[in-house]
């Protein structure tokens, strides 16, 4: 078998590490190199009463060797000598090799002094070294132990436990004088369970590999069957964003680029990720990282994520944002803006499971009216306190209270976020319903008369999106309905492209639920005061429906509320009363609304014609009157503005009444006409 090493590009620096020991040996600068061109001889301990000297300094590979103490790397040196922290040693060290360049004679460019090795360029793969590249990583894994003083300066520096390193594989190779071997760390990188490269860490902080190595995204596998990534830069970043990630339960693969340019090949391993977040260091060369990543995966998936440096931190990368600068796990992941996404089978279901599976209980923001991921829609004619009764539900929201005051709907959560898009009302009007109603919230923010369409291309849309995925509210209200659209609201295929994107930030925030409010007819006497306007689409759409009416009581004024939904009991005829602002539950407060049996009769017949055609005999069924009944309610219905057309009424063909449009210009759907 083939004896593999890790190789390292030399310094570019004749003598690297005399600056670094010139701190605690200033004599450095006036003594000379030995025979060896590397070593500075004639220096006193610093550690024990050296009288006489015994020490030496090799300025080339940077090790500390003292007769009586023994030999010394850079870190071990710093921790062991001069009595620094381990976290505070390994810190200087990288910051003394990354301010380390070399100037170029012939370009009078400077050039870090130490440079990387990536063989990728010479990439030639040999018979049998998949099997040699497993056989290399299982001896350098056995041979890995936490006490070994590079695994002390790498983990502790950056906050990495050992178990990660165990996890991912990392390994151990020692210095080999004869074979040329640097003492490094290694680490594999896999592509389809298939060991590709191979990449050392010395203990100078050099990145080395093995020859033949063809670099790819490091944890590149664990992108299969994930909707969403991050990227960083380096394996060290990678490491510890996971180690971050896992401690706060989230579960998102985390890859590392091996340089600082994201190559076109790499595309194809992101088909079906919806979003990919871009963690840059904060150095020049990571800005051609964001770049080229930009470029090959699209903006419209990735989400560049900055840390959010301050006046007097230290460092450039994650590690060091998190462990030079004392900020927590937490804070790093609430940076990163995650987004919901579900599996694409998710709600593809198995007989056999469901019949196993107890019914959950909805995700309540209030219970008995909205969940999370659920639509609602607060309807009414005009001038019936629709966006006062939105505004005591976002107000009990953001307060932990009972909506309106009512015991069934209790909020489950407080300090809930909301973001209420309102298009309809004057700033004037605006500011004194906030001032009445909204006292003592917080979290809630208003985006007023905006011009929002819910078209995908729309640029208020697109900076409501923007705003939605860096705020992540858990309720989005928008009042009216009919002013986030163009076109027919009696077409269903403009209210299908209405509600698509409503739908679409459902399943991205699913965590988000969603009002809706809507006019119905303009007259509170009107038939079908219940029937929302428009195609039957926007019931189908809904979750639930709250309908509010208006009224008077002596002095007193209030509204009935009545409400359906999929999930909770259905609410008829809840008087609530309109005190300071605030529309509030009373006991003392009724309003009682009596209609005649004839009424009653009229808007049932009403609506069953929304929903389908009807023979005579099945209305008269339905309806428990006689057929002559039947024909007086249909003429009065036409008479009220209901188009109503009949079929049939011969033997061995039953009359048929098909509503085809109400007075407010409802029509069928086409879907629904059988064409």
């Keep these: 078998m083939k004896k593999w090493r890790v190789d390292f590009n030399e310094s570019l620096h004749p003598e690297p590490w005399r600056d670094f020991y010139a701190r605690y040996f200033p004599e450095l600068d006036r003594m000379d190199i030995k025979e060896d061109g590397f070593t500075v001889q004639s220096l006193k301990c610093l550690y024990h009463d050296d009288r006489k000297p015994s020490a030496t300094v090799n300025v080339k590979s940077g090790f500390y060797v003292c007769h009586v103490c023994g030999s010394f790397s850079p870190y071990r040196f710093l921790v062991e000598i001069a009595g620094i922290a381990p976290e505070d040693a390994s810190y200087f060290i990288n910051d003394y090799l990354r301010e380390l360049y070399v100037k170029d004679e012939r370009t009078g460019s400077y050039l870090r002094a130490f440079p990387h090795y990536d063989p990728s360029h010479t990439y030639i793969p040999t018979p049998g070294q998949e099997e040699e590249f497993e056989e290399f990583i299982k001896e350098a894994k056995a ?55 191979i990449r050392g860490r010395a203990y100078d902080g050099r990145k080395g590999a093995v020859k033949n190595s063809r670099f790819s995204l490091w944890n590149l596998d664990s992108l299969e069957g994930k909707s969403q990534a991050v990227i960083v830069e380096g394996e060290s970043d990678a490491l510890r964003t996971i180690q971050a990630l896992e401690a706060c339960g989230v579960d998102i693969p985390v890859m590392s680029v091996p340089g600082n340019n994201f190559r076109k090949e790499w595309k194809r391993e992101f088909e079906g990720i919806r979003t990919v977040y871009l963690i840059p260091q904060d150095d020049d060369a990571s800005a051609n990282f964001v770049r080229s990543a930009l470029a090959v995966l699209g903006e419209e998936r990735c989400k560049v994520v900055e840390l959010p440096w301050k006046r007097g931190d230290v460092g450039k990368d994650i590690c060091e944002w ?15 803006p995650l987004e919901e996404h579900q599996d694409r089978f998710s709600r593809y279901y198995r007989v056999e499971e469901l019949l196993k599976r107890e019914p959950a209980e909805p995700d309540w923001l209030v219970r008995g009216m909205i969940a999370r991921g659920q639509k609602i829609l607060v309807q009414g004619p005009p001038k019936q306190m629709k966006t006062w009764f939105v505004l005591s539900l976002l107000k009990a929201l953001s307060r932990g209270e009972n909506v309106c005051g009512v015991s069934f709907w209790k909020t489950t959560v407080s300090g809930v976020k909301a973001v209420m898009v309102e298009e309809e009302h004057s700033t004037n009007a605006l500011i004194q319903r906030v001032q009445q109603s909204l006292a003592g919230t917080c979290n809630i923010v208003i985006p007023h008369r905006t011009g929002v369409k819910l078209l995908p291309k729309n640029p208020e849309f697109e900076d409501l999106l923007k705003f939605i995925d860096e705020f992540r509210p858990d309720l989005l209200v928008l009042d009216p309905l009919r002013s986030f659209f163009d076109g027919d609201e009696n077409d269903s295929s403009v209210m299908q492209q209405v509600f698509a994107p409503l739908n679409m930030l459902l399943r991205k925030y699913p965590h988000m639920a969603v009002v809706v409010v809507d006019h119905t007819a303009k007259k509170p006497s009107d038939v079908l005061v219940y029937a929302s306007r428009g195609s039957s689409v926007k019931g189908a759409e809904m979750d639930g429906v709250i309908d509010i009416r208006k009224f008077q ?18 609410v008829e005829n809840l008087s609530l009363k309109f005190e300071d602002g605030n529309l509030v539950y009373d006991d003392g407060f009724r309003i009682n609304i009596k209609l005649k049996d004839s009424e009653v009769r009229l808007q049932k017949l009403a609506k069953l014609l929304t929903q389908r055609s009807y023979t005579q005999k099945e209305l008269t069924d339905l309806l428990k009157v006689s057929d002559q009944t039947v024909r007086n309610d249909i003429s009065k219905l036409r008479a009220g503005g209901f188009t109503i057309e009949e079929e049939g009424g011969h033997q061995g063909s039953p009359k048929t009444y098909t509503l085809t449009k109400t007075p407010d210009g409802w029509k069928a759907d086409d879907e629904d006409s059988g064409e």
Excluded at 165 to 191: I, K, M, S
């Design 143 to 197: 041979r890995l132990r936490p006490e070994l003083p590079i695994v002390q300066e790498y983990i502790t520096a950056r906050g990495i436990k050992y178990e990660m390193l165990e996890r991912f594989e990392w390994g151990y190779v020692p210095h080999d004088e004869d074979a040329g071997q640097v003492e490094c760390l290694v680490v594999p990188f896999r592509v389809r369970g298939k060991i590709r490269a």
């Design 553 to 570: 009581k002596d002095e007193d004024v209030g509204v009935v509320v009545t409400g359906e939904f999929r999930d909770a009991e259905t």
């Design 322 to 336: 998190l462990t030079r600068n004392d900020h927590t796990d937490q804070e790093l992941v609430e940076l990163i």
